[in-house]
């Protein structure tokens, strides 16, 4: 919640280190103006360009619903909210009503305990002495002296004439020298911006006299939060919708964060001093562990052995990153229980009947007939699965509630024996070329093997047979300069060695890989998204990170697939 005050305490402080910078827009990318691009599309660059960092941060909004929101923003105590129609361009320098400053002042009853005179025509009356009633006593809450007309200033004068005393009524008597003081009779009711960190009223402005008040009743009144500035808003129509700013509340990070706890640091090293077999302690659940010590990635090179032990402690921690992409989703696992070295592994898609009963899971019927899925919504269920050889997780594109209902279109950039990298790379970069131009945000990742795929999050209500439409027009559009690098044939063997621009994923129980899955490749790399301007690194390789050095890559830049979990995009026609 900002805090006026505090901010102007802070900006005089050269130490100060609790500022956040709020991003709310972006104007120029890459050296291209955006001023005329819709501030829709400009928020979604934003979105995706922006680093996650403690002290900067994506100013979010929320689509339509204006009056609610706007109630719950005055019941928070906000200062006021900004209404700013989706398609409009930027208005530099001057105003414009597609950007409406809608000022929410708060409102509380004082009991005037004095005035002060004020200078030429409000010489009797220039302000009010204004207290509430904290621990059984009067205490100084400010100055009101907007918004009270010549009228009421008679008004006001007759009335406090009769009650005048020599000192205040206060238990802290202010410095104000020219004070007239009354005995608290009178109660009135001011607007105001915020209460400062000294508990005076910023800002007060006088609204009315409250009649027949008790003034010993009035005490500093605080908003009542609302939860409808998160759960209470529903989208609109795009075309008519205006988008409110503000900033979430702190609880609803806090609650993102705890719903995928991770691995304690005490949890982590009861893994490490673990013999061969034991029972672990993790996240709240008991997962039995067998043959920690057994090699799934042989050593090759700069490749050390890794164990079950090693894939185990990587799920446990990569945890909370990789949650938001599978909870709520059944799951397809690629299991290797004797390491990648012996065979391809196999597929699975139901639950087996020795799962621990803490285990999520989903029932569904399709063309393969009644099954039972995994939903990962733990980190216990990621160590269960480790321990059970998983190395590989591709979750559905629909979520379980809505299995008809994709969330992601998906392009596979997916390259044939005879592709390059650096061909897979041009590829990649025509496809942003080409959601640049529609204004819509794909998030790109790696695939830790040899391609790069795009995940473009949608709004709900969209079919597989909309989203496999869209990415097949698209991807023609895409391959059509290229067309002796693409092929479009359905076998490997017509493809001739060339890349496919494979949009027959956006099907029902069709998956890729997750952000953050291991695959099964000695090194043990896994599927890492990356930013768009990476593209151009020389030093990028689909395989570049893996399960030990993926965190520190983390630290670096933070998650860039994270807005998948909050964008909902329209597709627009092509």
Do not use: C
């Not at 829709?40 to 960092?53: G, I, Q």
Request: proline share 7%; net charge positive; hydrophobic share 40%.
């Amino acid at each position: 919640r900002p805090d006026f005050s505090l901010l102007q305490a802070k900006l005089g402080d050269k130490a100060a280190t609790a500022l956040v910078y709020q991003a709310f827009d972006l104007l120029y990318l890459d050296g291209r103006s955006l001023l005329d691009v819709p501030l829709e599309n400009r928020k979604r660059l934003l979105r995706a360009r922006l680093r996650e960092h403690p002290v900067v941060r994506y100013a979010s909004h929320v689509v339509g619903d204006g009056l609610d929101f706007t109630q719950a923003a005055m019941q928070r105590g906000l200062e006021g909210v900004v209404a700013k129609r989706l398609g409009s361009a930027y208005a530099s320098g001057k105003r414009s009503r597609d950007w409406l400053k809608l000022k929410l002042r708060a409102e509380q009853e004082v009991v005037v305990v004095g005035w002060l005179p004020g200078q030429g025509t409000h010489k009797d009356l220039g302000s009010l002495i204004v207290a509430v009633n904290e621990d059984g006593a009067l205490r100084h809450a400010g100055q009101v002296g907007s918004g009270i007309d010549a009228r009421m200033r008679r008004r006001l004068l007759a009335e406090m004439e009769p009650l005048r005393r020599p000192d205040a009524p206060l238990e802290r008597k202010p410095r104000l020298p020219q004070a007239r003081w009354i005995e608290p009779r009178i109660v009135i009711r001011t607007e105001f911006s915020e209460w400062t960190r000294d508990g005076l009223l910023r800002q007060a402005a006088f609204k009315g006299v409250e009649i027949d008040r008790d003034p010993g009743q009035v005490i500093r009144e605080k908003p009542i939060p609302s939860q409808r500035v998160l759960s209470g808003t529903r989208p609109r129509s795009r075309s008519r919708g205006a988008a409110a700013t503000a900033s979430p509340p702190p609880e609803a990070a806090q609650a993102v964060s705890a719903e995928f706890a991770a691995a304690t640091e005490e949890e982590l090293a009861a893994l490490d001093a673990m013999r061969r077999d034991g029972h672990w302690q993790v996240a709240g659940h008991e997962v039995r562990l067998t043959n920690l010590d057994k090699v799934l990635f042989p050593a090759d090179g700069e490749h050390p052995a890794l164990t079950k032990r090693d894939l185990i402690r990587y799920y446990a921690r990569i945890g909370p990153t990789i949650l938001p992409y599978l909870a709520h989703r059944g799951v397809t696992l690629h299991r290797y229980p004797d390491g990648i070295g012996r065979g391809d592994g196999f597929w699975q898609k139901d639950i087996p009947g020795h799962a621990p009963a803490w285990v999520a899971r989903w029932d569904y019927t399709g063309h393969e007939g009644p099954k039972t899925y995994i939903v990962v919504d733990r980190v216990a269920t990621l160590a269960w699965l480790a321990q059970e050889g998983a190395v590989e997780i591709h979750p559905w594109t629909s979520r379980t509630e809505a299995p008809r209902e994709p969330t992601y279109a998906l392009i596979d950039v997916d390259p044939g024996t005879r592709t390059t990298w650096e061909e897979v790379l041009l590829l990649t970069r025509l496809y942003r070329t080409a959601l640049d131009h529609l204004g819509v945000i794909g998030l790109p990742k790696v695939t830790g093997k040899r391609g790069v795929q795009v995940w473009v999050p949608i709004r709900a209500g969209y079919t597989f047979e909309d989203t496999r439409n869209w990415v097949q027009q698209l991807s023609l559009a895409v391959g059509r300069p290229v067309s002796d690098l693409v092929s479009w044939e359905w076998t490997k063997v017509d493809r001739k060695g060339r890349a496919r621009l494979d949009f027959t994923q956006n099907a029902v129980n069709k998956t890729l890989v997750a952000p953050y899955s291991v695959r099964p490749s000695v090194g043990a790399p896994v599927s890492a998204p990356i930013r768009w301007e990476e593209l151009e690194d020389p030093i990028l390789a689909p395989d570049q990170w893996n399960i030990r050095t993926i965190f520190e890559r983390l630290a670096d830049v933070g998650d860039p697939f994270r807005p998948a979990v909050e964008l909902k995009q329209e597709l627009p026609p092509l």
